[in-house]
Nanobody, 123 residues
């Protein structure tokens, strides 16, 4: 079992930056791949970035260069650095973890989810 808690969301102006954190509790966090997803009202949950247990990172082409994922296994934490934020980045952001998935981009490939943290980008 893994419990995930996201933090770092908030209100930011267009062009600003935020760093989200996903802290995991449980055993052997280093064995888990972790993904970040987001969901805006009325939209489906969207894959944002992922990092495997082997530290390979991947993300949609549309977000590469702006959103950067990293992990610190000593702190059982995965980070999502978000730069040059735009109004369309406004959403609830969730992290998810799984030992089964390697490069998962679909939310239902993951076994554990956090409660989410809200990011609001104002113009």
């Amino acid at each position: 079992q893994v419990q995930l808690v996201e933090s770092g969301g908030g209100l930011v102006q267009v062009g600003g930056s935020l760093r989200l954190s996903c802290v995991a509790s449980g055993r052997r966090f280093e064995d888990y791949s972790v993904g970040w997803f987001r969901q805006a009202p009325g939209n489906e949950r969207e894959f944002v970035a992922g990092i495997t247990w082997g530290n390979n990172i991947y993300s949609p082409d549309s977000l590469k260069g702006r959103f950067i994922i990293s992990r610190d296994n000593t702190e059982s934490t995965v980070y999502l650095q978000m730069n040059s934020l735009q109004a369309e980045d406004t959403a609830a952001y969730y992290c998810a973890a799984s030992r089964r998935v390697i490069r998962g981009t679909m939310w239902d490939q993951y076994d554990y989810w956090g409660q989410g943290t809200q990011v609001t980008v104002s113009s």
